[in-house]
């Protein structure tokens, strides 16, 4: 069964970079496609992107100007970089498996605050 | 990108049933696909594609589509059906995922 686990800071300052990376368990990264997802406390789902089994990506356009998502097929992992935060970023990112267009298995969330 | 519109809440009485909708554009040509959310926990798929159920989730869960709007059905609600739930479908361009602003259910 397949397994997902957000890890990164939890806090970040203003102007600076988010840095998360998922790790993937019981499944082969290669296999699928993946991606993030975000929530600000209180308040609904949004999609970030995704990143296919060959490194492609496709981006929310709204975060596409500041987004970077990326495959580590050594060590199952995939990771997001969200460049330039601002309090808005504050959110719990989750990550997700992304097949035939669904998130069909998440991992569990990181909370993320853009602070100084 | 499109929007995908939920009423904010709604509730219904133990065992009776519920019908959650999403409208937007994309259902028209889209599936959209359903997430649980209880308090403090990740989403859970309930609904994908035309009406169908991942492994474990029970059968009081079913989904439809009429035109632009998307339903979810909860037949014979349950306490632990208490959550909230998002809709979430393709763009109109096909290009990229949305969800939908989410409905807060109560069981009384």
Same mark, same amino acid.
């Given at each position: ?8 800071? $939890? ?33 609904? +789902? ?31 992992? !995939?990771?997001? =970089? ?15 498996? !992304? /097949? ?17 | 990108?499109? *929007? ?24 028209? %040509?889209?599936?959209? %696909?359903?997430?649980?959310? =209880? ?9 994908? $594609? ?9 059968? /009081? !869960? ?9 339903? +979810? ?6 306490? *632990? ?17 949305? !969800?939908?602003? $989410?409905? =807060?259910?109560?069981?009384?």
């Amino acid at each position: 069964q397949v397994q997902l686990q957000e890890s990164g800071p $939890g806090l970040v300052k203003p102007s600076e970079t988010l840095s998360l990376t998922c790790t993937v368990s019981g499944d082969s990264i290669s296999s699928y496609y993946w991606s993030w997802i975000r929530q600000p406390p209180g308040k609904g +789902l949004e999609w970030i992107g995704y990143v296919s089994d060959s490194g492609s990506t496709n981006y929310n356009p709204s975060l596409m100007s500041r987004l970077t998502i990326s495959l580590d097929t050594s060590k199952n992992q !995939f990771s997001l =970089k969200l460049i330039s935060v601002t309090p808005s970023d504050t959110a719990i990112y989750y990550c997700a498996r !992304f /097949r035939n267009w669904n998130c069909d298995c998440w991992g569990q969330g990181t909370l993320v605050t853009v602070s100084s | 990108s499109s *929007e995908l519109t939920q009423d904010p809440a709604v509730s219904v009485a133990l065992g009776q049933t519920v019908r959650i909708t999403c409208q937007g554009d994309s259902l028209g %040509t889209y599936f959209a %696909t359903w997430y649980q959310q =209880k308090s403090g926990q990740a989403p859970v798929l309930v609904i994908y $594609g035309k009406n169908n159920r991942p492994s474990g989730i029970p059968d /009081r !869960f079913s989904g439809s589509t009429s035109g632009n709007t998307a339903s +979810l059905t909860i037949t014979g609600a349950q306490a *632990e059906d208490e959550a909230d739930y998002y809709c979430y479908s393709r763009d109109s361009g096909g290009d990229h995922v949305v !969800f939908g602003t $989410g409905t =807060k259910v109560t069981v009384l």
